[in-house]
């Protein structure tokens, strides 16, 4: 599974600010540690659907330090980054992968987001 690194630090007002050193587009915060831990899987899936809507490379995790805290993805979002990820490094495109399914015509332009 794709686990990304977490910090997880006590803000201003009182919350916890959770952020990716991986993805510093996904932050979010909690009441709590574990609150923040809980809002962190969408907060780290939104920042990865951003990659993929500006058809950037997706950060892949990095190694998280000792006794840091990680976050995975859901099953269905780690199939999508890893699916984006082939077809950006093989050079299939929405066009290409429309025609593969046998579609005529333009493709439409949908690429698997991770949200």
Same mark, same amino acid.
């Given at each position: 599974? #794709?686990?990304?690194?977490?910090?997880?630090?006590p803000?201003?007002n009182g919350?916890?600010?959770a952020t990716?050193p991986d993805v510093p587009e996904?932050?979010?915060?909690?009441?709590?540690?574990d609150?923040?831990?809980?809002r962190?899987?969408?907060?780290?899936e939104a920042?990865?659907?951003?990659?993929?809507? #500006?058809?950037r490379?997706i950060?892949l995790?990095s190694?998280?330090?000792?006794?840091?805290?990680t976050?995975s993805l859901?099953a269905?979002?780690?199939?999508?980054?890893?699916?984006?990820?082939v077809?950006?490094?093989?050079?299939?495109?929405?066009?290409r992968?429309?025609?593969w399914?046998?579609?005529?015509g333009?493709?439409?332009?949908?690429?698997?987001a991770p949200d």
């Amino acid at each position: 599974m #794709l686990a990304y690194p977490v910090n997880l630090e006590p803000d201003t007002n009182g919350t916890v600010l959770a952020t990716f050193p991986d993805v510093p587009e996904a932050h979010t915060f909690g009441d709590d540690e574990d609150e923040a831990l809980a809002r962190a899987v969408d907060a780290l899936e939104a920042g990865l659907s951003l990659y993929v809507e #500006l058809r950037r490379p997706i950060p892949l995790p990095s190694r998280p330090k000792r006794r840091q805290k990680t976050v995975s993805l859901s099953a269905l979002a780690e199939a999508k980054v890893r699916l984006y990820t082939v077809m950006r490094e093989s050079g299939y495109g929405d066009e290409r992968v429309w025609r593969w399914e046998g579609g005529t015509g333009s493709a439409p332009q949908r690429t698997p987001a991770p949200d």
